[in-house]
């Protein structure tokens, strides 16, 4: 911690603010992207999941496997 407190001493306020803008700036949109690819990579499994099952002939996969509705 004391070197955490000594790193910070050598900045000034204006710097360390500007800093903290800063990333918040650039990681901002990253959770709504992030989001976003998670949720097309679920639809895509499912996807995959529906045609696998029905690859292997199971009758019952329509039961099983949520159905994907296409966008």
């Known amino acids: ?14 710097t360390i603010l500007s800093l903290g803008l800063i990333v918040w700036y650039f990681t901002s949109d990253l959770k709504k992207s992030l989001e976003t690819k998670i949720d097309n990579l679920d639809k895509d499994v ?15 996969g329509k039961d099983i496997y949520k159905h994907v509705d296409k966008e």
């Open 1 to 14: 911690m004391e070197q955490v407190l000594a790193f910070l001493k050598e900045f000034n306020i204006q």
């Open 46 to 60: 499912r996807d995959m999941n529906t045609r696998t099952g029905r690859l292997e002939g199971t009758v019952y």
